[in-house]
């Protein structure tokens, strides 16, 4: 039997779901709608009907505001619509989708002795009556995504739930030992491979040799483990590059044999080299997450990972996935470190771009900003893990491919940090159970999106269960403190194929494919090895502990199994039952794909000034760039966040008198009974990569430290984290663009002694479409490298905010203000292009930081905001209204590269140089201030007043309340 | 008396429980961290105990309603040892998505007695806040009379809220003004000044002040007893200086106002 409950609002009670359909039609320019919701359960079992009414009224709706209607599925009282509606639609999770509320209730049913076999949920809507496109558009655009979820217009006409068919084993063969070149592409083009020629004649040859053809579950593994996304090819790869080198961009050219190994990694072995036994790196660039050192018993990691692809598809699964993925790097990290907290960056196209103005495939941006946030929310919220730092950019190239950069910071115990699957250790899956989600989402992710990559690609969009995740951390910290597993790794992109492969690498593996638990009956082999379903990972447990783990898992209902040993083979070996489907050696799998040389070219755009700047006043001006995306507030954003949780909240993402000023960074106590804490920022400007790469990435490196320092975090013990997003780097220029940037991610680690712990690439970043004339179109999005930082204060009450905190008190600007306006908010909000991309004084800089670190651990700085996006006067504005006071600066005090810039006021109000300051002192304090800065270009140059105005020489006299009223109204969308 | 014991119910998707045991622990109790299913084993292991503390978190991942499951199978297995607890003086509190259970479960508000069934209705709940999300921000608090243990002594806090389903809510008219009269209403949002001004606070004051919308205010209510608290403000969030969100501009002070909910539970037993 097939039992509907719909829940509905009591009367009094406000529909809010309703209210927000109804606020988005009209967004989309259908008018007048009323709506009625509701949503509901399908509950398929042998139950009579007091059974279904009596779990209705005790477990699924709360009396006190909701009152249900109960029924078989079909039956009229259900599709009963209310006065305005007519026209009834029903959503609900596509066959297969995590649908956690269902599993939960299901497990609840158990606990109530009811039969039940099966549950789905499902929102049910009455539309007023509407024409057949606009129905459409509703369906499509706001009540549902068809990446996931189902639409049935009127009332549910099915009278069973599918749950799954018995599979029958069927070994399948591919014949690629007789195709052409030609052939081959096509087999990895529609195989979604997703290799290259070169990879596809390699194994072509390979089973040439062994005389026979591939089962598809061994050219499954294969595609994933060779994947741009598993295997980091490309960055990792032979690069012949030539264009231009150093700061200054002379040309001239280099060979990589490795080029991540000869830049990135090269800079931090070099200062750990130079460290010696002050060395403070513990892993890096080996495990899933980078490890260094924090007190005598702990060490922490921090990890950030992408999620772009699934994100433009399906936005709240995309981003739910990625938070969920990226903290399973942390535990899987050593022997499994402890989530502290979460980092969030995102890169959208303006909200509001017109919905008439999409290339097809595309949901609109507000849309993807929403699910986004959305995603991150209800994942990281109810791991009870604090979201603490982010950021967000907006630029119309991330209209069909956005970014989704999720972090994790963990704490780990020193004598935790190192993991060793040994010869013979069981190989044991625990934790949420394999499904058909997330196939090809390893390879997908290294493909570029197009229009037709929904329909594609849809198996590669996940919904998460955060509290699936939450059970596995808990057990596996308890089981890692009791020593039950050798070494753990998660199930992320390429799912089992990838944990057992890279774990079982040096020794070999043996897995027995039908003993892997599935959601439901019918999963092939080839899809539960490459399956990415969400909230697992893979242990490898000695055979002695393996009764203890079990009991422990159990104790807490997380299932665990063993599938497997890592046998002293050095092969991979697979069975479904009897049968032996996929038999490969290690070596082959991680060692045999080609080296391809790929081609890189990077010249700088030449210089060209920026033209006069419009007759503006630079008050109004001032206000455009407060109220400009990317530096407006985004509190709107944070407060969905729990930022609080786990009780070590120091520095919160907003700050003040009114709790809303913007913080530069996050500081928090990993540990309650001590003082010691981390600091958490970011760093990234994708505008200045328009210029010169080079200047972008040691400006993202110089803004992510300078943040931390801000705050008080220590300049000698910051390490640093790279994410690159780019586009096709097959393109020589694209991939130019890129090594330039890594380029001066060495130069300016090296130089600062700041170490690059971990990083990723996610490349291919690019959407094509065909427009209605059949006309192809390729939007590739800007060189977006994200550098995240994690900073180290030995104690927390050493702290500053960046809010000005009483009138009277003297500022000072640490650093020189050039004539840096390239790129800068300025020339953005001016419609202005041209002029110097901000570069970095290595020495100057490094002289300034620590001489900073100093002061305010000296307790000399009342208040200290760096000087980013918009420049001096941003950061001044920024700093009076989040402390209710007002501020006089004096432009002439300003510290320059050349006195006469302090007679041009774009300079001296918005320039962007690096390495800046802006910094609070009581008079008292005033000498001693100085003489810490000694050394360092640094000047006072204004004072705290007690008006609510910002004044700045003759050029900008504004009330601070309207600045911060401008600097609030573009991103609050309630 | 030796040291009170604290027992911090854990189930699927807690996760305020290690902070929470930390501000026992902080004021003098001795806190630990049990999972649901070694209760549910074993539910005379409640007898060890003084306290007992249901955490924030999403218990079951808040699905169908915050805190329901959980509610249930509290309701189902456990109401008479509960029961039993309550009767033998010892104190309950529940925080956050504790409130929401322990509400939910009919361990806090008694069921309405004129509707006798098996399935009475519990005269008021806790449900989606007026903003529809999930929000994390400080709150000004007052305390309503002198009926709640854990709130003994106190007039104001300033602590943060959480949460997407705080919004009290009561059966009906009559419910409110019912619970108001036995003064279980016992700790409400408030401006800023609320208390200086005298004000009676009847009126809702707006949102933000009042985060989610709660009806009379109310974020925390207590049974007959005074012996049984539920609130939705975080306590153990703000139990350090450094974490008062204005100790960078010199406020708060050695410790933090919710120090006093946990140092009050163990005193009672003192």
């Known amino acids: 039997m097939l039992w509907e409950i719909d829940i509905h609002a009591r009367e009094g009670i406000p529909d809010r779901v309703a209210a927000a359909i109804v606020t988005e039609a009209n967004d989309l320019g259908i008018t007048n709608l009323k709506v009625s919701t509701a949503h509901g359960y399908l509950i398929q079992g042998r139950i009579e009907r007091a059974q279904v009414d009596r779990l209705a009224n005790e477990l699924l709706a709360d009396q006190v505001v909701q009152r249900t209607v109960v029924a078989p599925v079909g039956d009229a009282v259900l599709n009963q619509a209310p006065p305005h509606g007519s026209c009834l639609v029903h959503v609900l999770p596509k066959p297969g989708v995590m649908d956690p509320v269902a599993q939960s209730a299901l497990a609840a049913l158990a606990d109530l002795d009811l039969p039940v076999d099966e549950v789905r949920t499902f929102h049910k809507f009455w539309l007023s009556p509407l024409p057949a496109d606009q129905l459409q558009v509703i369906t499509g655009k706001i009540l549902a995504n068809d990446a996931i979820e189902q639409v049935i217009v009127g009332p549910l006409d099915f009278d069973h739930l599918e749950i799954g068919a018995p599979y029958r084993l069927e070994l399948q063969h591919v014949a690629i030992r007789q195709l052409d070149d030609a052939a081959l592409m096509r087999l990895s083009r529609e195989g979604q491979l997703y290799l290259q020629l070169a990879e596809m004649q390699t194994i072509q040859a390979f089973y040439n040799q062994l005389g026979r053809e591939p089962t598809d579950v061994e050219l499954e593994t294969l595609a994933q483990t060779w994947s741009e996304h598993c295997s980091h090819k490309t960055l990792a790869g032979r690069i012949d590059y030539r264009g231009a080198i150093g700061p200054q961009g002379e040309s001239g050219q280099r060979q990589f044999d490795n080029m991540l190994k000869e830049t990135i990694f090269a800079a931090t072995t070099e200062i750990r080299a130079r460290l010696a036994d002050q060395d403070w790196c513990v892993s890096v660039f080996e495990d899933n997450a980078g490890i260094v050192r924090f007190d005598n018993e702990n060490n922490v990691v921090f990890k950030v990972e992408t999620h772009n692809h699934p994100s433009a598809l399906e936005p709240y699964g995309g981003a739910n996935t990625g938070i969920g993925g990226v903290i399973r790097d942390p535990l899987g990290t050593g022997l499994g470190a402890k989530p502290v907290c979460n980092t969030d960056v995102f890169c959208f196209a303006p909200p509001e771009t017109p919905a008439d103005q999409l290339p097809p495939g595309v949901l609109h941006p507000r849309r993807v900003l929403k699910g986004v946030v959305a995603g991150v929310r209800d994942y990281g919220n109810r791991m009870g893990i604090p979201t603490v730092n982010g950021a967000i950019y907006f630029d119309r190239r991330y209209l069909g491919n956005p970014l989704v950069y999720c972090g994790n910071v963990g704490i780990l115990p020193r004598d935790k940090s190192h993991k060793q699957p040994l010869p013979d250790d069981w190989i044991v899956v625990i934790g949420g159970r394999t499904g058909r989600d997330g196939i090809h989402g390893a390879t997908f992710s290294s493909a570029e999106l197009t229009d037709q990559s929904e329909t594609l690609s849809g198996g590669a969009v996940q919904i998460g269960n955060a509290i699936t995740e939450k059970m596995v951390v808990d057990i596996v910290l308890a089981a890692r403190d009791q020593g039950l597993y050798n070494a753990i790794t998660d199930c992320g992109a390429g799912g089992l194929s990838s944990a057992v492969g890279e774990m079982g690498e040096r020794i070999g593996a043996e897995v027995q494919l039908d003993q892997v638990p599935t959601k439901y009956d019918g999963l092939s082999y080839t899809e539960i090895w490459i399956s990415e379903a969400q909230e697992r990972m893979v242990l490898a447990v000695p055979a002695g502990r393996w009764d203890a783990l079990a009991a422990l898992c159990a104790s807490e209902n997380v299932e665990a199994t063993v599938i497997g040993k890592f046998s002293p083979t050095g092969r991979l070996q697979l069975k479904y039952h009897d049968q032996q489907v996929a038999d490969l050696p290690m070596d082959f799998l991680h060692d045999g794909r080609p080296k391809v040389v790929r081609q890189a070219t990077y010249t700088p755009r030449p210089p060209a000034p920026l033209p006069p700047p419009p007759r503006q006043r630079p008050d109004d001006t001032l206000r455009d760039i407060l109220g400009s995306l990317n530096v407006a507030s985004k509190e709107w954003v944070i407060r969905q966040y729990d930022h609080e949780v786990q009780g070590g909240s120091v520095m919160k993402p907003l700050v003040g008198i009114d709790n809303d000023g913007p913080s530069d960074a996050a500081v928090v106590r990993p540990r309650l009974d001590s003082r010691q804490g981390l600091v958490i920022a970011c760093g990234m400007n994708p505008h200045y990569g328009d210029l010169d790469t080079y200047h972008m990435a040691a400006s993202a490196i110089d803004e992510a430290v300078r943040n931390c320092v801000a705050v008080g975090a220590d300049p000698a013990r910051i390490a640093i984290l790279d994410n690159f997003c780019w586009g096709d780097c097959e393109q020589p220029e694209t991939l130019g663009s890129l090594v330039r940037a890594a380029m001066a991610c060495y130069d300016l680690a090296v130089g600062w002694d700041t170490p690059f712990i971990s990083g990723k690439d996610s490349l291919n970043n690019e959407f094509t479409f065909e427009d209605e004339s059949g006309q192809r179109h390729t939007i590739s999005i800007p060189p977006s490298l994200l550098i995240s930082a994690l900073g180290q204060i030995r104690d927390v009450a050493r702290c500053v905010s960046m809010d000005f905190k009483a009138p009277g008190n003297l500022l000072y600007q640490v650093g020189i203000t050039k004539d840096e306006l390239g790129g800068s908010h300025f020339a953005l909000v001016s419609g202005l292009d041209g002029g110097s991309v901000p570069q970095v004084d290595l020495a100057q800089a490094r002289r300034s930081f620590a001489a900073m670190h100093r002061a305010i651990d000296s307790g000399l700085v009342r208040a200290c905001h760096d000087l980013s996006e918009g420049g001096l006067a941003v950061a001044a504005a920024e700093m009076a209204f989040a402390g209710g006071y007002g501020a006089t600066i004096q432009p002439a005090q300003i510290p320059c590269s050349t006195p006469h810039l302090a007679g041009r006021p774009e300079v001296i109000l918005f320039s962007e140089s690096n390495s800046r300051f802006l910094c609070e002192v009581e008079t008292a304090k005033a000498a001693a201030f100085e003489d810490m800065l000694t050394g360092v270009a640094c000047a006072q140059v204004g004072q705290v007043t007690d008006r609510s105005r910002l004044t700045i020489g003759d050029w900008i006299d504004a009330d601070t309340r309207q600045l911060k009223q401008a600097w609030q109204r573009p991103l609050s969308f309630d | ?270």
């Open chain 2, 1 to 270: 008396m030796p040291t009170p014991r604290v027992l911090i119910l854990r189930a699927p998707g807690t996760n305020c429980d290690v902070e929470t045991a930390y501000a026992f622990e902080q004021a003098g109790g001795q806190a630990q961290r049990v999972h649901i299913n070694r209760v549910l084993e074993q539910p005379g292991i409640l007898s060890d105990y003084q306290i007992l503390c249901v955490p924030g978190g999403f218990s079951y991942g808040d699905d169908i309603a915050a805190g329901r499951i959980l509610a249930n199978q509290i309701r189902h297995h456990l109401a008479d040892c509960l029961g039993q607890f309550r009767a033998d003086g010892k104190l309950i509190l529940g925080i956050c998505n504790g409130f929401q259970v322990l509400i939910k479960a009919g361990v806090l508000l008694d069921a309405i007695p004129d509707r006798p069934s098996e399935n009475p209705t519990p005269p008021a709940t806790l449900t989606w806040n007026d903003s529809g999300k999930f929000e994390d921000r400080w709150v000004h608090l007052k305390v309503e009379g002198d009926k709640s243990v854990f709130l003994s002594g106190i007039r104001r806090m300033y602590l943060p809220v959480a949460h997407a389903e705080g919004k009290f809510v009561a059966r009906d008219a009559q419910q409110l003004t019912t619970l108001e009269q036995a003064s279980q209403l016992v700790l409400r949002y408030c401006d800023k000044d609320a208390q200086e001004k005298g004000d009676q606070q009847n009126n809702e004051v707006p949102y933000p002040l009042n985060p989610n919308g709660s009806q009379k205010n109310v974020a925390g209510v207590c049974d007959t007893t005074g012996r049984v608290l539920g609130l939705m403000p975080h306590p153990e969030r703000h139990i350090d200086p450094t974490q008062h969100p204005h100790w960078t501009r010199g406020a708060g002070g050695p410790s933090g106002d919710g120090l006093t909910i946990f140092l009050n539970a163990v005193a009672y037993f003192r």
